[in-house]
């Protein structure tokens, strides 16, 4: 049954998908030509040492990237599903509903998450061309609050939506924008890095928060 979710989730969900993935590489695509670009108007020397040593960064762009995936992809997933209520349908599947609240929530993240993967190979491949290795550590640990942000996006959207009560909503919501907003503080690059687990940890509690809503949403007329 949580395979018929996950295909459903997919047949639904594959053209938003791939026109997020599309959006990912072309912003990626910008960031290497504004990368070469760098080289070509000054020196090698001059570039090297404004981003290893005065923490200048060539793939600002991709800053917000991946809140606005995660925030678009929960969207694309839930906001169908919340139209005229047809997420109590699968509620009322002969499936718990726990089981199916988090087969809906795991393939939305890995859904994201191979986004991210992508970007991160991409901007791995573009800075490992023109850096050294040091660089491309301090790019991965740069980027890695932005991609983290996204994934909060994505479950703020997903707790937003299915939320039934609206001042709840407007709190779950605020919430999930507050903790988004820690990953995206304008700080020296890799400056997350000491805390980043404990950023990590702090944020996954949204995965099982997300159940609070759906069991309110589907037992609220019970009540």
Request: aromatic residues 12%; charged residues 15%.
């Amino acid at each position: 049954m949580i395979q018929s979710i996950i295909y459903k989730e997919w047949i639904k969900t594959w053209r938003n998908w791939s026109a997020l993935v599309c959006l990912n590489m072309a912003v990626m695509a910008y960031i290497a030509v504004e990368t070469r670009h760098l080289f070509v108007m000054d020196h090698p020397e001059m570039v090297w040492y404004r981003v290893m040593y005065l923490g200048s960064i060539h793939f600002g762009a991709m800053k917000l990237l991946p809140l606005v995936t995660g925030a678009l992809l929960g969207a694309a997933q839930f906001l169908p599903e919340m139209r005229d209520e047809r997420f109590r349908l699968s509620l009322h599947l002969p499936v718990k509903l726990h089981s199916v609240v988090m087969g809906h929530v795991a393939f939305g993240l890995c859904a994201l998450g191979i986004i991210v993967l992508a970007d991160m190979g991409v901007l791995v491949h573009i800075t490992s061309l023109y850096f050294p290795k040091e660089a491309v550590e301090m790019s991965l640990w740069t980027v890695a609050p932005w991609c983290t942000a996204g994934f909060v996006a994505y479950l703020g959207v997903a707790l937003g939506l299915l939320e039934p009560k609206y001042h709840l909503k407007a709190a779950l919501i605020s919430v999930s924008i507050a903790m988004a907003a820690l990953f995206l503080q304008n700080t020296s690059p890799g400056a997350y890095r000491p805390v980043m687990l404990a950023l990590v940890l702090s944020s996954a509690l949204l995965i099982p928060g997300v159940l609070l809503p759906a069991y309110r949403f589907r037992f609220r007329r019970m009540s």
